[in-house]
């Protein structure tokens, strides 16, 4: 199927045209940097992907990123997505599989070490809802990106807690993300 997986969650899928791979994430947990702009907890936030093989689906996380967002309540203009993600951190719970996604047919995390989305523009579309439009680079390929995304705010124990979520569906060969037999 096209979808990415469960609300929130990084979609990574691989079938023969289709690998939903920057979903970008539930960046659950943020804490403030300043007045507007929010810095991604690693330890309680989640970048996750999903994705298809022979037929399966297959889940997966990565453990390294950075993520920056700025999301200024009452300014739109100035608000901005930007998230780093060092692609050799991925982990599907199967070192073969992991090591095979790494190759140079598929992400070829050696000489494209690097995933990275930034935002040009963040649009209010409903209630929470927003659309980030940006640039998504993958394998040095980049390509605009709308990204459907929620954003809310809690408060946790005195502080003010930023939560993001978003999915998107990509076409893998799109970023060069299948080469040779794939």
């Not at 992991?98 to 494209?112: E, G, I, Q």
Request: cysteine-free; charged content about 30%; aromatic content about 8%.
């Amino acid at each position: 199927g096209d979808e990415a997986g469960p609300p929130g969650r990084l979609g990574l899928r691989k079938s023969p045209s289709r690998i939903p791979f920057l979903a970008t994430r539930p960046m659950s947990m943020m804490k403030p940097m300043g007045e507007n702009m929010l810095r991604v907890e690693p330890a309680t936030s989640l970048l996750r992907f999903s994705f298809e093989q022979a037929g399966a689906t297959n889940t997966g996380r990565f453990g390294k990123y950075t993520a920056d967002v700025v999301f200024a309540a009452d300014n739109l203009a100035a608000r901005k997505i930007d998230v780093s993600i060092d692609v050799a951190s991925l982990d599907t719970g199967d070192k073969e599989r992991d090591d095979t996604l790494k190759t140079a047919d598929l992400f070829h995390v050696a000489k494209f070490p690097k995933a990275r989305f930034v935002s040009s523009k963040i649009t209010l579309v409903g209630a929470g809802r927003y659309e980030a439009q940006g640039k998504l680079t993958i394998r040095n390929v980049t390509k605009d990106l709308k990204l459907p995304i929620t954003f809310q705010t809690k408060d946790e124990r005195g502080k003010q807690v930023g939560f993001l979520t978003g999915r998107v569906t990509l076409k893998r060969l799109d970023y060069g993300v299948g080469q040779g037999e794939w």
